[in-house]
């Protein structure tokens, strides 16, 4: 099954708004689900069966992947332009 219909499948599941797959160890999937309500965003994570996941060290693992993927989609020629721009030419 492709990522893009598990992450269907999982959203459907749990009604979640947004869904972040993490796999820290080969084989086992983590889907960190977004919740929008009245009080704001909430998070739960998820394995396979969209069951919630307890186990502490599998969550911590799981976000910890989610949160250097995010550090380095944002460091990576995003941010700020100018800068980025400004840094290139001194390298020259």
Known sequence: MSLTIELERIAEKTGADAVLPAEAHPGDRVYLCAFEGGAGRTWLAFDEDAEP?????????????LALCELAEETAAGGDLDDLRSQLAALR
């Open 53 to 65: 996941i307890a186990d502490r060290r599998r969550l911590r693992d799981a976000v910890s992947i």
